[in-house]
């Protein structure tokens, strides 16, 4: 996994994120839809036996679920 966005921030579990989440739609954190986005990262996501490499994307300007981690 890496992070693009400040330090102490962590990146979510995979498993966790919903559908709209992994393909970029909602925010990763708030499950918000983006309008605007920022980069978080990128995680592994296995489904069915299939690993990919996921994006994350984030709020823009961070959101309060990112601001106070």
Known sequence: MTASLPSGLE???PD???GPQLQGWHCALCERRLF???RLGTVEWTCGGTTE???LWVCRPL???AAGA
Do not use: N
């Open 63 to 65: 959101c309060t679920e």
């Open 11 to 13: 990146l979510p579990d």
């Open 16 to 18: 966790d994120l919903t």
């Open 53 to 55: 490499v996921v994006e």
């Open 36 to 38: 605007a986005d920022q």
